[in-house]
């Protein structure tokens, strides 16, 4: 019966070496960061068109004390900025408005930065897995100066198999990784807008276009 050689995925992590064991602790942690994301930033926990609507109308029927209770319970990002326009909505437009966006955009770059693990996995991975393919190749040519010959193909597949493994691990980890470092980067960008767009409509409805309430 013939045996067979082809290599078990499990022969090819230890053919790595140990920069396998570094590459999979940046997968572990890009996957973490992508579930992280997946969960806790979501278009409810930023903006809600329904509740933009609910403080609308608590606001023209000058339900000032409710809204801001609505306001806590909420918790999103477009209800801070609805509480802090209820608060201050005594103060000038402008300085309204400044609180508002200094709300938002502190909200907005808190989301940036919990992507960020994705972008050093990202760049990292590659580089290990062609650090891993330098010592290969490396520990291949040492094995054939050792040798003195270079005939034999069994006496540097070692070094080969390594760096070939190590680089295709590397860019396995990483390419994912920047491809989800660009998917969120592009939700966060899209729901900043929509954000901005949402509240300042309701800044110009409430304090340009009628009277602030009392």
Known sequence: MEHSSALTLWDQFNAGGPTMYA???LSIAALATAIERFVNFRERRIL????????????????????SDRCQRR?????????AVVKYRHLPYRDVSLAVSEIASSAIKGHQQRTYMLAIVATLSPLIGL??????????FHVISQSGTVGNAALVAGG?????????????VGIPALGLRHFFNSRIQKISIDLEEE???LLN???LEGQVAP
């Open 48 to 67: 809600s068109r329904e509740f933009a609507r609910e403080a609308d109308r608590l606001w023209q029927a000058g339900r000032f004390e409710e809204l």
């Open 205 to 207: 409805r409430w304090l």
């Open 75 to 83: 918790g999103s990002v477009l209800a801070r900025i609805v509480s």
């Open 160 to 172: 080969i198999s390594k760096a070939l493994t190590t680089t295709a691990a590397g860019l396995l």
């Open 131 to 140: 650090f891993g393919t330098v010592i290969g190749m490396i520990e291949a």
């Open 23 to 25: 590459l999979v602790a």
């Open 199 to 201: 509240a300042n409509e």
